[in-house]
Nanobody, 125 residues
Framework: QVQLVESGGGLVQPGGSLRLSCVAS????????IGWFRQAPGKEREGVSC????????YYTDSVKGRFTISRDSAKNTVFLQMNRLKPEDTGVYFC??????????????????WGQGTQVTVSS
């Protein structure tokens, strides 16, 4: 059974940091892309950052460039999202997803084959 489990969300003040983790089980990532998406109340889900397990290529949406870093531990089928200098507009439910495509295509299309349940990130003073 394929499963993606996110963790690491929480409440943080503006300017703070969080590290999200997504553990994939039930399959091996191989050449899949795995990425992070977020959805704020009343807004569409957007691709935040994605990484290709095939070649390590990365995609970041413009609003997080220079602040967020995506990384992977292939041996543990785990992907991380280090989020620094968080802003209130980063608030939302963060989901991870996988698909057998490139990193950019996963994030831009917002179409994953499998999705996690999400973890809440709230940036507020």
């Amino acid at each position: 059974q394929v499963q993606l489990v996110e963790s690491g969300g929480g409440l943080v003040q503006p300017g703070g940091s969080l590290r999200l983790s997504c553990v994939a089980s039930g399959f091996f990532l191989h050449s899949h892309a795995i990425g992070w998406f977020r959805q704020a109340p009343g807004k569409e889900r957007e691709g935040v950052s994605c990484i290709s397990n095939a070649d390590g290529s990365r995609y970041y949406t413009d609003s997080v460039k220079g602040r967020f870093t995506i990384s992977r531990d292939s041996a543990k089928n785990t992907v991380f999202l280090q989020m620094n200098r968080l802003k209130p507009e980063d608030t939302g439910v963060y989901f991870c997803a996988v698909r057998l495509v490139g990193a950019s295509e996963l994030c831009v299309s917002r179409r994953g084959d499998y999705w996690g349940q999400g973890t809440q990130v709230t940036v507020s003073s």
